[in-house]
């Protein structure tokens, strides 16, 4: 059972930067597909970031694209990073990290095609 565990999350100021981490607590022969997704007060998941098992193909939900980049530390992706930078207020969430052994591209910014998930790190962006 992969558990994807968070950290790096914080207070800041609009502006500034942030970077996330995600590890997979358990190494798999295959490598993961791994995003990140973020859930706000009373709003519904979102999806922010994805890095395909093939280690270069990357995906950005529509308001992070151009200011946060997702990258590997390795090739099966049990680390992973979600530099945020120019945070807005809007930005403020919980932050989750998916994993998936999938290879499919057509859901890849969709909730129900990870099977292992983090319990969150809070970003909070204030003004």
């Known amino acids: 059972q992969v558990q994807p565990v968070e950290s790096g999350g914080g207070l800041v100021q609009a502006g500034a930067s942030l970077r996330l981490e995600c590890q997979a607590s358990?190494?798999?022969?295959?490598?993961?597909?791994m995003s990140w997704f973020r859930q706000a007060p009373g709003k519904e998941r979102e999806f922010v970031a994805a890095i395909h098992s093939d280690g270069r193909t990357v995906y950005y939900g529509r308001s992070v694209k151009g200011r946060f980049t997702i990258s590997s530390a390795n090739t099966k992706n049990t680390l992973i990073y979600l530099q945020m930078d120019n945070l807005i207020p809007e930005d403020t969430a919980v932050y989750h990290c998916?994993?998936?052994?999938?290879?499919?591209?057509?859901?890849?910014?969709?909730?129900?095609?990870?099977?292992?998930w983090g319990q969150g790190t809070q970003v909070t962006v204030s003004s």
């Open positions: 358990e190494h798999s022969f295959s490598p993961y597909t």
């Open positions: 998916a994993a998936t052994l999938s290879q499919s591209r057509a859901n890849i910014g969709k909730e129900f095609n990870y099977d292992f």
